[in-house]
C-alpha cells in the first residue's frame, strides 16, 4: 500500500537538494569573496562565554656578568576580555504547492540565496569591528578600537593613540608606519610592531594599489622609486560602510588579537512538526567577535 505523501515525507524529499544548494553557496562566498576569515583567527568554542587577558611586553635582556644573577621579569597584566556569543538563525519556508506550480525555478534558488545570507551575516558582523571603530566602549580598556587616549594598568604609563583622520596617501602611510613602529605595551616597552597590511573599503581600493603597487613614485614625474612597493597586503572588504575609513596593520598581531569563536558552526535543520505540505528549514549559528589588544591595528577616520 502506498503512504500518502504528507508535511514530512515532503520535507525530507526536499532536503538533500535545499542542503547542498545552502552549504554550497555559503561555502563559495566564504572561500572567495569573504575577507573576516583572512582578518580573524578562528576558535571553536565549547564554553558559554570566552575570555582572553593581555600582558605588557617583556623588559630587555640585562648583563649577566656584571649583576651576577638573573633578574625576573614582573608580568604585568592588562586588560582582560569577555567574548559572549550570540545566536543567529532564520529560516527557509515553501509550499509544495508552490514548488510543484514553479515555473521560474525560484525555489532552487531560495536556499541557494540563504547560504550567501549567512556568509554576508557573518561578514557584515566581522567588519563591524571597523565600521565602528572610533566611537563606543566595547574594547578591553573600555574603549574603541581606534582611539587617541588608549591607557594602560600600570602606573605611570602614558596614554596612547592608534588614530587619526588622514586621507589615504603616501605621506599618511609614511607617517602611520612610523607611528605604529613606537607602539608600547601596558609597561611602556616597545612592541616592535611592523605595519604590513593596509585594510580599506572598495572605494579606496585603487588609491591603495596604487600607493603599494607602483614602482616609481605615484601621481608624479619623478623617477624616484617608490618606499612603498611591495611592502604591504592590501585587503579589501567590500561591506565596510565607512567609504574613506582606512587601517593600517600588523598581520601576525592582527591574527593574535582579533578573534572569533565559533559556540555552534552554521547548520541547517528541518521541521517536520507540522501537517500542512510545507516544508520548514531553518538555519542556526552562534558565535562571538572581537578584539583582546588594539596594538595591531592603526585607524585613520579619513572624510575624503
Known sequence: MSVPLNSASFTNLMAPGIRKAFFDSYDDVMKKEAVVPVLYTSNSSGRQ???TLSISAMSDFEDFTANGQISYDDISEGYKKTFTHNEWTKGIRIQRSAKDDDLYGIFDKIPAQ?????????EKHGLSVFSGAFAGTSGPDSLSLCNASHTSPVSGVA?????????LSKTSVSAVRLAMAKFYGFNGEQLGVSMDTILVPLDKEEDAWTIISS???PETADNNQNFHFGK????????????????????????????????????L?????????EA???????YSYG??????????????
Not at 159 to 167: A, M
Not at 269 to 277: A, E, G, K, M
Request: net charge positive; no cysteine; aromatic share 16%.
Open 215 to 217: 614602482k616609481g613614485e
Open 49 to 51: 562565554t570566552e575570555e
Open 159 to 167: 596614554v596612547q593613540s592608534n588614530t587619526g583622520t588622514d586621507t
Open 291 to 304: 578584539w583582546s589588544n588594539y596594538t595591531f591595528v592603526y585607524g585613520s577616520n579619513a572624510t575624503s
Open 280 to 286: 520548514r528549514y531553518s538555519a542556526y549559528m552562534r
Open 232 to 267: 604591504y597586503k592590501l585587503i579589501v572588504a567590500r561591506l565596510l560602510t565607512n567609504q574613506y575609513a582606512w587601517f593600517a596593520m600588523d598581520y601576525r598581531l592582527m591574527k593574535l588579537n582579533l578573534l572569533w569563536f565559533d559556540r555552534a558552526k552554521l547548520e
Open 114 to 122: 540563504r547560504g550567501i545570507a549567512a556568509a554576508r551575516t557573518r
Open 269 to 277: 535543520n528541518q521541521d517536520t512538526s507540522f501537517n500542512n505540505y
